[in-house]
T-cell receptor, first 114, second 113 residues
Framework: EAGVAQSPRYKIIEKRQSVAFWCNPI?????LYWYQQILGQGPKLLIQ????????DSQLPKDRFSAERLKGVDSTLKIQPAKLEDSAVYLC????????????FGPGTRLTVT | GDSVTQMEGPVTLSEEAFLTINCTYT??????LFWYVQYPGEGLQLLLK?????DKGSNKGFEATYRKETTSFHLEKGSVQVSDSAVYFC????????????FGTGTQLKVEL
């Protein structure tokens, strides 16, 4: 079974530029999560989708971050404009509706904002 | 709100030593508890879980017991190997909160020959 796919793996941008990350969850997984992991900290949930609807985006900085999950499969997370403090690893995870508390993580995208 | 506290690392052990990584939590209700592991250059992987009080999760020689009375979920292994070197994250999932995971800050384990 293929795991959660993310791209790109690494990205370096200057502050005030925009960037987008892509995630393809495990086939059949209804729930998709985006986490931000700052160096030395645990992952923090940014947004949770159930199929193509948003369940929780309470910690998403909506003035600069946006996310969508069209057709309930792939998802894109965008940052516009980026700030230095956005430097982090962005993790995508998915879980099946039958075992919702078991999340499967992708390898992450490491973003460096200079 | 929910929170997870882990012992700070790095933890450095010799091969075959006994491992304990402490984890305590604060949550409303009755959360599920997890240990995730992150090997160098890889994504987070679920190591073990426990969904109710007194449950013991186990996998790959690692164990952790859900202790409601002490709000703890300490990770243990009787004999570590060099291949266990990784960062370990304790986490909880509040079933009343959309199954969102709340993570601790992680504990880096280094095992030397």
């Amino acid at each position: 079974e293929a795991g959660v796919a993310q791209s790109p793996r690494y990205k370096i941008i200057e502050k005030r530029q925009s960037v987008a990350f892509w995630c393809n969850p495990i086939s059949g997984h209804a729930t998709l999560y985006w986490y931000q992991q700052i160096l030395g900290q645990g992952p923090k949930l940014l947004i949770q989708f159930q199929n193509n609807g948003v369940v929780d985006d309470s910690q998403l900085p909506k003035d600069r971050f946006s996310a969508e999950r069209l057709k309930g499969v792939d998802s894109t997370l965008k940052i516009q404009p980026a700030k230095l403090e956005d430097s982090a690893v962005y993790l995508c995870a998915s879980s099946p509706s039958t075992v919702p508390y078991e999340q499967y993580f992708g390898p992450g995208t490491r973003l460096t904002v200079t | 709100g929910d929170s997870v506290t882990q012992m700070e690392g790095p933890v450095t052990l010799s091969e075959e030593a006994f491992l304990t990584i402490n984890c305590t939590y604060t949550a409303t209700g009755y959360p599920s508890l997890f240990w995730y592991v992150q090997y160098p250059g890889e994504g987070l992987q679920l190591l073990l879980k426990a969904t109710k009080a007194d449950d013991k999760g186990s996998n790959k020689g690692f164990e952790a017991t859900y202790r409601k009375e002490t709000t703890s979920f300490h990770l243990e292994k009787g004999s570590v190997q060099v291949s266990d070197s990784a960062v370990y994250f304790c986490a909880l999932s509040d079933r009343g909160g959309g199954n969102k995971l709340t993570f601790g800050t992680g504990t880096q384990l280094k095992v030397e020959l």
